[in-house]
Nanobody, 120 residues
Framework: QLVESGGRLVQPGDSLRLSCVASGITVDRNTIAWFRQAPGKSREGVGCISMYGETYADSVKGRFTISRDLAENSVYLQMSALKPEDTAVYYC?????????????????WGRGTQVTVSS
């Protein structure tokens, strides 16, 4: 089970941190990813983290950072310099194994999502 939290309405340029608490799958030995889906658009990979490190989509490189807390079995998405085009429902996803891929079909576990809205 994956439970996201932290989404809310923010202004352009703001920062925001999303949390994903995992149960039933350990974040230290598997890959946890963040995806997002804006209205009318397909789901997009944001980034993922495993013991091999992090991978990010070009659209968020330099602005978003993924980290994990092994003791809490949680993963975080720190977002900065937010833009209106970052508005979406953000999903946490998990897959077995440590290969860092951002293909939604490779992930078997999904949270319900948390809404992030960037607007002035």
């Amino acid at each position: 089970q994956l439970v996201e939290s932290g989404g809310r309405l923010v202004q352009p340029g703001d920062s925001l941190r999303l949390s994903c608490v995992a149960s039933g799958i350990t974040v230290d030995r598997n890959t946890i990813a963040w995806f997002r889906q804006a209205p009318g658009k397909s789901r997009e990979g944001v980034g993922c983290i495993s013991m091999y490190g992090e991978t990010y989509a070009d659209s968020v490189k330099g602005r978003f950072t993924i980290s994990r807390d092994l003791a809490e079995n949680s993963v975080y998405l720190q977002m900065s310099a937010l833009k209106p085009e970052d508005t979406a429902v953000y999903y946490c996803a998990a897959k077995y194994g440590v290969q860092p891929v951002l293909m939604a079909g490779r992930y078997g576990f999904w949270g319900r999502g948390t809404q992030v809205t960037v607007s002035s």
